[in-house]
């Protein structure tokens, strides 16, 4: 199955501690960053759009700006002494396990690739084992790859052939997620000598030969052209032959009869089980569209591609057997169900309903295996069951896992074969992987990465509420702190939250993050609408023009906290990151009163300008486009920079960005600091960040990891009074 559309009022005693930090005016530290009298119509509206200067990233006056406003924050952030106390709890906690492993893929003959990290690694190093208890080999370490740039290359894709006799391996540097592909001879460990760059998108998909693979490659390698995205292809690659005579496959200007969009990104997937060829074209839209054609057309210069989805036909997933087609889909049905009709002659509309959409609960994940269909139902996002059903059966059974699951995920290798892996976690519960043995109803524990124990968090408690919106809905919100916590109004809370793309905020254990509760904080989960919690109906509800109640939700949350006692406005922090930038930025601008930090990492907050940006064509499904006269308005309501008024006293502000992020560009975040700096009143830090060796946080070193996390945590814990604790 294709994977399911996946960051201060002091008291006395803290004062005297960080009595060393400058404190500043923000209209002072501000007076030197570019701006310009840009004012223009948009959306029917006369739009000024003051610090328009600093989308210009090659301007040597814009880059100035950046460096020293990145350099005056970072002193202020290192001398927050709690800081220094996080980063070296944060290093204690990676010693602990002596081994990390992530992005495992299997082949079907049982050959395990996979990313391993140590507490010496600073990213992960590619390893190889046959079978789950094989001796392991390093495979690739991204630290000796050279390309004359001095970069800090990390392995962003790995991705064996059929047989795992040979591996494509992509690296990319500095957070730019702009891969450069190789190959590996799993064998002997031969490298071939041609690399194919601009391969952010890349999907390799391996044909049945072993020799030759499909891969999307983007036009440009410039991370400031605007149109670097569009036109993407997908091109066929001869394993040891130069990439310049590699042979275009699937376009919008190859297939013109397929009316593919500039800004969609086209892939193509050879499927060993179902023996056929299917190409897609992606966007954030969850709906797949899609053609297949079978195997035998691999070697045709021209493939004739039939119809397999359009978007209204509101697939979000699909699995296939030889001859017959699963379909994930919420239309009538906003929990979800799953149809199966023929895969040879697809027909939706007299398609079986096999999985009916759940009476309480969203449909969330699907696995094929020998014995049949599973999967997972999920409880407001926080709670996950799984559940087994034959092939010719209507009668699922509920499976008990080893413990309560906050979060889970399946996978298999396909209906032909027996496994069935699971991994779960929760909020306080690390991750376990488990393959399930169905014929003796049994889990066996095989996580791969070394298991540790954190004493600290012994006395955790969790406890899941409903909180009611400003319009009466009931919304889902995750509470962790320590038992015994004083309700006095006075706890430190960090609300969290993102609320965009259908994507579930759903329980996961990080002992770093968890140092806020540490500090003796709450951490406060808001799963408000835009996520996927509730099922399609909840991400609707917070996308385009129904946005403002993703913002109004986490209000709600914040008010929630107060009514009952926890905490108060100036015990109150708030962080999301990406396109969580519009969650943050429009709650702290509609109620500046109700927090004391607002912390949006790499986010967007100047949405009516995220179009014309080289990312920002692809976004607009889930935000909308100023050509359509509704949804310009909507773009107008969620632009957090916009929103900014001289005079009003805002929250202390840590506003971040990559200056190599693919995903939002710099300026987004430094359009809001500039004029939130020059706007507020409170007297309040307002610091910006830019990191010039990291992006948009996908692909970074340990070391940065743990740098953001304590940057975000520490400023959090000083503004809301807990970095005395």
Request: proline share 6%.
């Amino acid at each position: 199955m294709r994977t399911l559309r996946i960051s201060f009022l002091l008291h006395l005693v803290a004062l005297l501690l960080i009595s060393s930090i400058p404190t500043f005016a923000g209209s002072k530290a501000n007076m030197f960053a570019p701006s310009a009298n840009v004012v223009e119509t948009v959306c029917g509206e006369r739009i000024a759009d003051p610090y328009r200067p600093l989308e210009n990233l090659k301007d040597p006056k814009v880059l100035d700006w950046y460096k020293r406003e990145a350099d005056q924050a970072r002193a202020v952030l290192d001398s927050i002494p709690v800081r220094s106390e996080l980063l070296a709890k944060m290093v204690e906690f990676d010693k602990r396990r002596p081994e990390k492993i992530y992005d495992l893929s299997i082949t079907d003959n049982n050959r395990y690739f996979y990313l391993k990290q140590t507490p010496a690694d600073e990213t992960g190093k590619l390893f190889f084992r046959e079978g789950y208890k094989g001796k392991e080999r390093l495979l690739f370490d991204p630290a000796t790859y050279k390309d004359g740039s001095g970069g800090t290359f990390v392995i962003s894709q790995a991705t064996p052939n059929i047989d795992g006799s040979k591996v494509v391996i992509g690296v990319s540097a500095n957070g730019s997620e702009d891969a450069i592909l190789f190959v590996m001879d799993v064998r002997n460990g031969h490298i071939w000598p041609e690399r194919i760059d601009r391969c952010r998108f890349a999907s390799p998909s391996w044909l049945p030969d072993g020799n030759a693979f499909y891969y999307t490659r983007m036009n440009s390698n410039d991370p400031l052209d605007q149109n670097r995205q569009k036109d993407s292809r997908v091109w066929l690659h001869v394993v040891g032959t130069d990439p310049s005579t590699d042979r275009e496959i699937f376009s919008r200007t190859h297939d013109p009869e397929l009316k593919i969009k500039a800004e969609d990104i086209p892939y193509v997937s050879y499927d060993r089980k179902s023996l056929k060829l299917y190409a897609f074209v992606s966007s954030v839209d969850p709906r797949v569209t899609a053609w297949y054609a079978p195997a035998d057309a691999i070697d045709e210069s021209t493939i004739a591609w039939k119809q397999l989805f359009r978007p209204e036909d509101e697939v979000y997933d699909f699995a296939t057997t030889k001859h017959d087609l699963y379909v994930f889909t919420p239309k009538n049905a906003p929990r979800f169900k799953v149809l199966k009709t023929s895969l040879d002659n697809p027909d939706l509309a007299t398609a079986e309903t096999v999985i009916p959409e759940p009476a309480e609960g969203t449909l969330t994940a699907l696995a094929l295996t020998d014995k049949g269909l599973f999967y997972t139902i999920s409880t407001n996002g926080v709670r996950e069951e799984l559940y087994h059903q034959n092939y010719d059966s209507r009668q699922p059974e509920k499976i008990e896992t080893p413990f309560e699951a906050g979060t889970m995920s399946i996978g298999s290798k396909g209906f032909d074969r027996p496994e069935l892996w699971t991994v779960m976690g929760g909020w306080n519960h690390d991750y376990r992987r488990y393959r399930y043995d169905l014929r003796h109803n049994r889990f066996i524990d095989e996580t791969l990465s070394s298991k540790a124990s954190y004493p600290e968090y012994d006395n955790l408690e969790v406890r899941e509420v409903m909180a009611t919106s400003y319009d009466g809905v009931k919304m889902p919100l995750s509470l962790i702190y320590n038992r015994g916590m004083k309700i006095d109004g006075k706890t430190p809370v960090l609300i969290y939250g993102y609320g965009a793309y259908g994507n579930s905020m759903t329980p996961f254990f990080s002992p770093s993050f968890l140092l806020w509760t540490y500090k003796g904080g709450m951490i406060a989960v808001a799963h408000v609408r835009g996520g996927g919690e509730l099922g399609d109906a909840w991400h609707k509800a917070g996308m385009k023009s129904t946005k403002p109640n993703t913002w109004k939700d986490l209000i709600a949350c914040a008010e929630y906290l107060i009514h009952k006692g926890y905490t108060s406005p100036e015990h109150i922090a708030i962080n999301s990151a990406s396109a969580g930038g519009i969650l943050i930025g429009r709650a702290m601008t509609e109620r500046p009163d109700l927090f004391a930090a607002a912390m949006p990492q790499v986010g967007v907050l100047n949405a009516l300008r995220g179009e014309f940006s080289p990312n920002g064509p692809v976004n607009v499904p889930e935000f909308g486009t100023v050509k359509n006269p509704e949804e310009c308005k909507a773009l107008l309501e969620m632009d957090a920079y916009l929103h900014l008024r001289d005079g009003v006293k805002y929250p202390a502000a840590l506003i971040t960005a990559g200056m190599n992020d693919p995903r939002v560009p710099a300026w987004q975040p430094a359009k809001f600091a500039a004029r939130l700096q020059e706007a507020t009143t409170s007297g309040k830090p307002v610091l910006f960040f830019t990191d010039y060796k990291a992006g948009h946080g996908i692909g970074d070193t340990k070391t940065k990891q743990f740098e953001s996390l304590a940057d975000m945590l520490s400023f959090g814990l000083w503004q809301t009074g807990g970095a005395a604790q």
